[in-house]
């Protein structure tokens, strides 16, 4: 048997992070992950936000920096462009694209420079509760193990089994999820490299397509869709918009990635006795842009500090652990409803629709630019935006 105070399962970005400042706050930690290299494959279209990454004290760094940004280009359905400059936005994924594989690693290295010890190739396979706090078996390259930990930090992702074995209800619903798939592509040849571009309308029904740049010819063309308001795969989408649109109809796919995208906020049964459930696992996605890295750092900083700080108490109790509710909601989850309500609203427009606010916002001059300015704006251009979203500022 393995003895640790925190056992982190999952070494994505929440996880590392959680890893790490529970570690330099003195306790025991465990990392583990089920791939033999950390942050591959990638699951993530990789923008993140320069402003978050400062917050949180992390420092960029050229190795996992692929592109730095200039602005961003929201397109509807008819082609019609409004352009964001990055001076002023504050979406979450408009400073950089990262190298996810080098990030995730280095993000990782950063855990084990604080004292986490990090086991590769280690798949959770069951949990079990005990007087004295959890007991996880995991597949260590081809081995069993067991680990007995004091809590554990379920940082395993959108389909997250660690939180439900132990008996949270952490789960995204189905008709919530995202189907998302993406092209790393070579030739791709976008009207500016140096913007990301989104493309809104029934190319990507529920969700949009998204071109983010990697170099000068190198992109990430990737779809999310709600299947419940789909009629063909997320691949289908995807194929179809690449073969049409002008950005990308001469380029060549070098990479594929697929994965599930939780839009529904925050899960609200997201800390238990022994345990607290981290990053994409328990929802820590803004729902209306879909974007996860910030908020799965954020939320595995204040899961670190809580976990250290109850291993500090001798309390490892939900009671004890309900701080991380407090912390996430103050600072990740509060604006989650209201980005749900703006999500619900542009889920009801049609394509023309789309097109008449997108000519009326290319013609706005913007001074400031964040989810609730777009929402604001919103509302004075479109009447059915003031029925369902007037009382939301």
């Known amino acids: 048997m393995i003895e640790t105070d925190i056992l982190v399962v999952g070494a994505g970005p929440s996880g590392s992070l959680a890893a790490k400042e529970a570690a330099l706050r003195g306790a025991n930690v465990i990392l583990i992950d089920r791939k033999s290299e950390i942050g591959a494959p990638k699951r993530c279209a990789e923008g993140v936000s320069k402003s978050g990454l400062a917050e949180l004290g992390i420092q960029p760094d050229p190795r996992w920096i692929a592109r730095e940004l200039e602005g961003v280009r929201l397109v ?21 694209v990262l190298e996810r594989k080098v990030f995730d690693k280095h993000m990782a290295m950063d855990a084990a420079r604080a004292g986490a010890e990090i086991m590769i190739k280690t798949a959770a396979t069951s949990l079990e509760r005990v007087d004295d706090g959890i007991i996880v078996t995991a597949n260590k390259m081809g081995e069993e193990i067991q680990i007995h930990a004091k809590i554990v930090i379920a940082a395993d992702g959108p389909e997250s089994k660690v939180g439900r074995w132990a008996g949270l209800k952490c789960n995204t619903p189905f008709e919530h999820m995202e189907s998302c798939i993406q092209f790393e592509m070579a030739g791709v040849e976008m009207e500016n490299n140096r913007d990301l571009a989104l493309f ?22 990737g779809i999310g869709i709600l299947k419940t308001m789909a009629d063909k795969t997320a ?9 049409t649109c002008p950005e990308t109809k001469n380029a060549q796919a070098v990479e594929i990635n697929v994965g599930g995208d939780p839009v529904n906020g925050l899960m609200p049964d997201r800390v238990g006795d022994n345990i607290l459930v981290v990053g994409d696992a328990a929802g820590f996605v803004n729902p209306l842009t879909g974007g996860g890295i910030n908020s799965a ?6 899961a670190g500090i809580v ?25 990740i989850g509060k604006n989650y409803k ?56």
């Open 76 to 96: 509807a359905p008819d082609n019609t462009s409004v352009y964001l400059d990055n001076d002023t936005i504050q979406l979450p994924e408009s400073g950089y």
């Open 200 to 221: 809104f309308g029934s190319a990507a029904p529920g969700g949009y397509v998204w071109i983010f740049p990697k170099g000068d010819y190198i992109a990430n063309v």
């Open 235 to 243: 691949y289908e989408y995807l194929v179809d918009f690449v073969k």
């Open 297 to 302: 750092l954020e939320s595995g900083v204040y």
């Open 307 to 331: 976990a250290a700080q109850a291993i500090e108490d001798g309390d490892y109790s939900k009671k004890n652990l309900k701080e991380f509710i407090k912390l996430t909601d103050d600072n």
């Open 338 to 393: 209201k980005y749900n309500k703006a999500k619900e609203y542009l889920l009801s427009l049609n394509d023309d629709e789309l097109n008449d606010i997108a000519a009326e916002f290319s013609k706005i001059e913007f001074t400031e630019v964040n989810p609730r300015s777009l929402i604001k704006t919103l509302i004075k251009v479109s009447p059915k935006a003031l029925l369902k979203l007037g009382k939301l500022f």
